[in-house]
């Protein structure tokens, strides 16, 4: 009997068909030889590298569940194969080593891979992880049949903690829905996206706005950042730029990122004088921030009565930093503010955030009061259940006790 048996999985995921990419003839059997004790677990085995990164997709033509690929023999190509998997495939990419090197495990969660294990490979990790795959699968054929997604959000003014909340809630998105997530950071002159997700980005927004004309879905693909949730990452310019986009050009932006991605989220920081563009077309679902103040309250209320006070379930209020017991106003006096009830409500933990902040870790990535109201945005704007399952934090000191599912290195701004 083994120990998973992946066509029986409860989330109704199968895990039918396996690459696996190794050199290392001994390696790749004792792998090989342990996916067999798997009922239902097809495997497929390549007996080196591709001889070029061009010829990926081809040999990727089979759809499979997993790709698992053996690192010792080429280590640097090996990354090289796993980013490049990564930025034209959905697919779950576990890797594996004999060597229990952090570092090497942190640099391949990065490029996209979301299993590092080490050998030799015990059945119960194996099973564990995937157990993950299957789920990973389940919830991306979820997310997957509400369509495309568009996702806004905008601060009532400045410092309400728009960038926190939208990377926060594009990093729950992508590990939530397992669908192809990507994070756009309008934030101009400077934005703060990527210093919150504790990312170096080599290119910007800057790059895709100054000559849109040739902006295509390769062309944007160049320029993304991968974050090691999984999330896709279009950071805002590190410098001042005194160039101003055109609408146009924003607009040639979010078409091409729709057309890419399953899920766009876009951080507009206050950024109002965008009202023109594609940005708050009404097939985006707006997430307006704001906190219990008198000029936020004020803020917020011109932005609904004046722009926004046709888009009904479209438009979701969140009120960041709430804390009931401090208000000056009570919940029907900011309703009759707001004009309307607030979908959500995240706590002041200032403690969790600054610690995240200050640790370049995401607020979802540990279970706090924050994080389980931004999963459960999350989670409802994919259309998953209420109710998600309890997740236990990352912890970087028991990464080779078991296989590394999730490691991040973002946070708050």
């Given at each position: 009997?083994?120990?998973?048996?992946?066509?029986?999985?409860?989330?109704?995921?199968?895990?039918?068909?396996?690459?696996?990419?190794?050199?290392?003839?001994?390696?790749?059997?004792?792998?090989?030889?342990?996916?067999?004790?798997?009922?239902?677990?097809?495997?497929?085995?390549?007996?080196?590298?591709?001889?070029?990164?061009?010829?990926?997709?081809?040999?990727?033509?089979?759809?499979f569940d997993a790709i698992i690929i053996g690192l010792d023999d080429d280590?640097?190509?090996?990354?090289?194969?796993?980013?490049?998997?990564?930025?034209?495939?959905?697919?779950?990419?576990?890797?594996?080593?004999?060597?229990?090197?952090?570092?090497?495990?942190?640099?391949?969660?990065?490029?996209?891979?979301?299993?590092?294990?080490?050998?030799?490979?015990?059945?119960?990790?194996?099973?564990?992880?995937?157990?993950?795959?299957?789920?990973?699968?389940?919830?991306?054929?979820?997310?997957?049949?509400?369509?495309?997604?568009?996702?806004?959000?905008?601060?009532?003014?400045?410092?309400?903690?728009?960038?926190?909340?939208?990377?926060?809630?594009?990093?729950?998105?992508?590990?939530?829905?397992?669908?192809?997530?990507?994070?756009?950071?309008?934030?101009?002159?400077?934005?703060?996206?990527?210093?919150n997700l504790g990312m170096a980005a080599q290119y910007s927004t800057a790059?895709?706005?100054?000559?849109?004309?040739?902006?295509?879905?390769?062309?944007?693909?160049?320029?993304?950042?991968?974050?090691?949730?999984?999330?896709?990452?279009?950071?805002?310019?590190?410098?001042?730029?005194?160039?101003?986009?055109?609408?146009?050009?924003?607009?040639?932006?979010?078409?091409?990122?729709?057309?890419?991605?399953?899920?766009?989220?876009?951080?507009?920081?206050?950024?109002?004088?965008?009202?023109?563009?594609?940005?708050?077309?009404?097939?985006?679902?707006?997430?307006?921030?704001?906190?219990?103040?008198?000029?936020?309250?004020?803020?917020?209320?011109?932005?609904?009565?004046?722009?926004?006070?046709?888009?009904?379930?479209?438009?979701?209020?969140?009120?960041?930093?709430?804390?009931?017991?401090?208000?000056?106003?009570?919940?029907?006096?900011?309703?009759?503010?707001?004009?309307?009830?607030?979908?959500?409500?995240?706590?002041?933990?200032?403690?969790?955030?600054?610690?995240?902040?200050?640790?370049?870790?995401?607020?979802?990535?540990?279970?706090?009061?924050?994080?389980?109201?931004?999963?459960?945005?999350?989670?409802?704007?994919?259309?998953?259940?209420?109710?998600?399952?309890?997740?236990?934090?990352?912890?970087?000191?028991?990464?080779?006790?078991?296989?590394?599912?999730?490691?991040?290195?973002?946070?708050?701004?």
């Open positions: 009997m083994p120990i998973l048996d992946p066509n029986s999985d409860s989330s109704g995921a199968v895990i039918s068909s396996i690459a696996l990419i190794d050199p290392n003839d001994l390696c790749r059997k004792k792998v090989a030889g342990a996916l067999s004790g798997f009922q239902g677990a097809s495997v497929r085995e390549f007996f080196s590298y591709p001889a070029d990164l061009d010829d990926l997709p081809q040999m990727m033509e089979q759809r280590p640097e190509y090996a990354f090289d194969i796993v980013e490049s998997i990564c930025s034209f495939s959905t697919t779950t990419v576990m890797v594996y080593s004999a060597e229990t090197n952090l570092d090497l495990a942190i640099r391949f969660m990065r490029a996209g891979a979301r299993e590092f294990l080490v050998l030799p490979l015990s059945r119960s990790d194996l099973a564990g992880a995937l157990a993950r795959v299957s789920i990973r699968r389940s919830s991306a054929s979820h997310g997957r049949r509400g369509g495309r997604k568009f996702f806004v959000f905008l601060g009532a003014k400045g410092g309400c903690g728009v960038t926190t909340i939208a990377s926060n809630f594009a990093v729950a998105l992508a590990q939530e829905s397992g669908a192809r997530t990507l994070l756009i950071d309008l934030g101009l002159p400077l934005g703060d996206v990527a210093i790059n895709a706005l100054q000559d849109s004309s040739r902006l295509d879905g390769n062309f944007l693909r160049s320029l993304l950042a991968r974050h090691s949730s999984g999330l896709f990452v279009l950071a805002a310019p590190g410098e001042f730029s005194n160039a101003v986009p055109a609408d146009e050009a924003i607009d040639k932006l979010l078409s091409v990122a729709r057309q890419s991605f399953d899920y766009v989220v876009v951080d507009a920081g206050s950024r109002t004088d965008l009202r023109s563009s594609a940005l708050f077309e009404d097939s985006a679902s707006l997430y307006l921030i704001t906190q219990v103040g008198v000029s936020e309250l004020r803020n917020a209320n011109r932005l609904i009565t004046q722009y926004f006070s046709a888009r009904g379930r479209k438009l979701q209020i969140v009120l960041n930093r709430y804390t009931h017991q401090a208000l000056m106003f009570d919940d029907n006096q900011i309703t009759k503010a707001l004009t309307r009830p607030a979908q959500w409500k995240i706590p002041d933990d200032f403690a969790t955030a600054r610690r995240t902040q200050n640790t370049a870790t995401p607020v979802v990535m540990e279970d706090s009061p924050i994080a389980r109201v931004i999963r459960q945005m999350s989670r409802t704007a994919c259309g998953m259940p209420d109710k998600p399952e309890k997740k236990k934090g990352f912890s970087l000191f028991s990464l080779f006790a078991k296989p590394m599912s999730e490691a991040s290195a973002s946070g708050e701004g």
